[in-house]
């Protein structure tokens, strides 16, 4: 029932671009993701509904496949303050308001 | 802003005592939840809360228990505190009002037990 994110970690030069994913064995209503950096806690990047749409929120932006049951979270010239650890979330259905959240994927960034 | 409070940032108990985990959140959500976070496993659900009095087991509930009396606090109870709930715990809050039921963290409660 977990979400399964891939890559488990990446290292990246500052300025690279990364992509996170995040794929479920089950029918998705929407994707949350989150961002935590070291020592402090979870905080909320975006939310995708149902129905294909990308978000973006700086250079930060996501996609989700509904019918692949899969999101993919992309960071573009990436910086220093993106260094962190990154959870997918994932609801079953309209109002669940369960969320169940990936095993996290750890990016660095290199200056 | 939101803000999600917990009674402790660091904690110590020993096998076998019973220890409280408090969150308290400041704006009227109806949602509250307990995470536990290991290297390796992510944020596992332990317990939530859709209302005042009104519990659901996550997917890790064993060994736990909680208690929401009030509509702002949540509490994480262990019964008898053993070495494998040595942790790091989360409480978030949530509400379906707020268009994206997005979730606010608090800071964590990192719980050892001897």
């Known amino acids: 029932q977990q979400p399964v994110q891939s890559p488990q970690a990446v290292i990246l030069r500052e300025g690279e671009d990364a992509v996170i994913n995040c794929s479920s064995s089950?029918?998705?209503?929407?994707v949350h993701w989150y961002r935590q950096k070291h020592g402090e806690a979870p905080v909320f990047l975006m939310i995708?509904?149902?129905?294909?749409e990308q978000k973006g929120h700086e250079k930060i932006s996501a996609s989700f496949n509904e019918k692949k049951q899969q999101s993919s979270l992309y960071l573009t010239a990436s910086q220093l303050s993106y260094s962190g650890t990154y959870f997918c979330?994932?609801?079953?259905?309209?109002?669940?308001?369960?969320?169940?959240f990936g095993k996290g994927t750890r990016l660095h960034i290199l200056p | 802003d939101v803000k999600v409070t917990q009674s402790s940032r660091y904690l110590v108990k020993r096998t076998g005592e019973k220890v409280f985990l408090e969150c308290v959140q400041d704006?009227?959500?109806?949602?509250m939840f307990w995470y536990r976070q290991d290297p390796g496993l992510g944020l596992r659900l332990i317990y939530f809360?859709?209302?005042?009095?009104?519990?659901e087991k996550g997917d890790i509930p064993e060994g736990y228990s909680v208690s929401r009396e009030k509509k702002e606090r949540f509490s994480l109870i262990l019964e008898s505190a053993s070495t494998n709930q040595t942790s790091m715990y989360l409480c978030?809050?949530?509400?379906?009002?707020?268009?994206?039921?997005?979730?606010?963290f608090g800071p964590g409660t990192r719980l050892t037990v001897l």
């Open positions: 978030a809050s949530s509400s379906p009002k707020t268009g994206g039921n997005e979730q606010f």
């Open positions: 089950k029918a998705l209503y929407s």
């Open positions: 995708l509904l149902k129905g294909g």
């Open positions: 979330g994932t609801e079953i259905k309209n109002r669940d308001d369960k969320i169940i």
């Open positions: 704006m009227d959500h109806e949602n």
């Open positions: 809360s859709y209302d005042v009095k009104m519990k």
